[in-house]
């Protein structure tokens, strides 16, 4: 059972990245997935979440920016990036939901460099 976090590199101030978290041994479409950051020397931090339902919720620095997506097909969850800031700069991490409702599974984290 694993995430696998890919897509991550370096980009300038503006331009879009795909995150892509695909799963083995855990079906995404039954469970919450969520993306997460940490930026070096900070704490990490909560960027957006899909449901099972498909529902999607946000934090306040990548909404209208950032759009989280659900391959069911492929069990892939993806993080859509546009508009890219240098204080977008972090490790992006994958976790999945458990039975028990908690993140109990995460991927390796990928790094995202927003060049100014």
């Known amino acids: 059972v694993q995430l696998q976090a890919s897509g991550g590199g370096l980009v300038q101030a503006g331009g879009s990245l795909r995150l892509s978290c695909a799963a083995s041994?855990?079906?995404?479409?039954?469970?919450?997935t969520g993306w997460f950051r940490q930026a070096p020397g900070k704490e990490r931090e909560f960027v957006a979440t899909i449901s099972w339902s498909g529902g999607s919720t946000y934090a306040t620095s990548s909404k209208g920016r950032f759009t989280i997506l659900r391959d069911d097909a492929k069990n892939t969850v993806y993080l859509q990036m546009n508009s890219l800031k240098p204080e977008d700069t972090a490790v992006y991490y994958c976790?999945?939901?458990?039975?028990?409702?908690?993140?109990?599974?995460w991927g390796q984290g990928t790094q995202v460099t927003v060049s100014s």
């Open positions: 041994g855990r079906t995404f479409s039954r469970y919450t």
């Open positions: 976790a999945v939901t458990g039975r028990g409702g908690s993140y109990d599974l």
